[in-house]
């Protein structure tokens, strides 16, 4: 790839976030995509703390009610705000960010971090699926975030996980396989295949 410069280290402190993705690439003569690897140190989770308001009708007097909720929002917050900037100080032919996969998070001071399951690490989600023995099998996944959402759908609608769990491992296996006949890099993944939604009749609703 080509690198402009490395980036400084900051100090020991705050939070560290490991993330790997592709970037859209372009140049005078060539356009594309480039994979890219990362590090990004913030003063600490709040950072990416965001919030919003969901209308709740009218109150007795007539007036609006909303309802707060705050969230992190990590991957949204690194992809529009802080990775171009990091991304197109490194490299001299960044365009934009295509996606970003968030490795891990963890303190620079040694803390233990209450993250959500779709932020903890590949070790932390193995520790989990072993304190609750979850039916999960670690090593089948070449995509973390396949695995963090496998966990979350196992917890909130164990029954749809089980019986979806043989076909998506049949597809596990043929990635795999797919890979390893082509001589693909270990690290390279499939697209994911989505599932066909059935347009609404007239006057239904799709829920998105």
């Known amino acids: 790839m080509a690198e402009k410069r490395a980036t400084a280290v900051a100090p020991a402190s705050g939070i560290k976030i490991a993330v790997h993705g592709k970037y859209y690439y372009k140049t005078e003569t060539a356009k594309g995509t480039k994979d890219y690897s990362l590090t990004v140190r913030a003063a600490s989770l709040e950072m990416f703390r965001e919030s919003s308001q969901k209308y709740m009708g009218t109150d007795d007097a007539g007036r609006a009610k909303y309802r707060s909720t705050s969230y992190l929002n990590i991957r949204g917050q690194l992809k ?3 990775l171009p900037i990091l991304l197109g100080r490194k490299y001299v032919d960044f365009a934009r ?3 970003v996969i968030i490795d891990s998070v963890v303190s620079e001071a040694g803390g233990r971090l209450d ?8 070790a ?3 520790a989990m699926i072993r304190e609750e023995k979850i039916p999960i099998a670690v090593e ?10 496998d966990i979350l759908q196992y917890i909130q609608e164990p029954e749809v996980f089980l019986k979806a769990q043989p076909a998506k491992a049949r597809r596990r296996a043929e990635d ?3 890979l390893e006949l082509n001589d693909l890099n ?4 499939l697209p994911p295949v989505r599932e066909k ?3 609404p009749s007239a006057g239904g609703i799709l829920d998105e």
């Open 80 to 82: 529009k705000r802080l």
């Open 97 to 99: 960010v295509r996606y």
């Open 115 to 122: 993250l959500p399951i779709d932020l903890r690490s590949k």
């Open 124 to 126: 932390q989600l193995e």
């Open 140 to 149: 089948e996944y070449l995509e973390i975030d396949d695995l963090r959402q």
């Open 176 to 178: 795999k396989s797919f």
């Open 186 to 189: 270990d690290e390279e993944t």
């Open 197 to 199: 939604k059935e347009k």
